[in-house]
């Protein structure tokens, strides 16, 4: 059984930097790709970074792009989302999903499990 367990989110000022972490199990998490999309509320859950099998190949959403970084550890299992001066339009629950392929896709169709969520707020 794929776990995915997101952690690191909570309450931060606006430029204020966090750190999201994806724990994963229940399958070789070396062969699939990964990433992180985001649901604020009333708005429909948008895709913001992934990254492919090896952790060299990444995409980003344009909203994001040049704030926020992904990595992966696949000696740990372990997903990462560095997130870099953070704006209150980045308030949302973020999650970390699985690819059902070794790349990455940016349409959450391309993604077979997901984690629960951790909810960030970017607040003054």
């Known amino acids: 059984q794929v776990q995915l367990v997101e952690t690191g989110g909570r309450l931060v000022q606006p430029g204020d930097s966090l750190r999201l972490s994806c724990a994963a199990s229940g399958r070789t998490f070396s062969n699939y790709g990964m990433a992180w999309f985001r649901q604020a509320p009333g708005k429909d859950r948008e895709f913001v970074a992934a990254?492919?099998?090896?952790?060299?190949?990444?995409s980003y959403a344009a909203s994001v792009k040049g704030r926020f970084t992904i990595s992966r550890d696949n000696a740990q299992n372990t997903l990462a989302l560095q997130m870099n001066n953070l704006k209150p339009e980045d308030t949302a629950v973020y999650y970390c999903?699985?690819?059902?392929?070794?790349?990455?896709?940016?349409?959450?169709?391309?993604?077979?499990?997901w984690g629960q969520g951790t909810q960030v707020t970017v607040s003054s």
């Open positions: 990254v492919n099998w090896s952790g060299v190949t990444t």
């Open positions: 999903a699985s690819s059902r392929l070794s790349g990455y896709g940016t349409t959450q169709y391309a993604y077979e499990y």
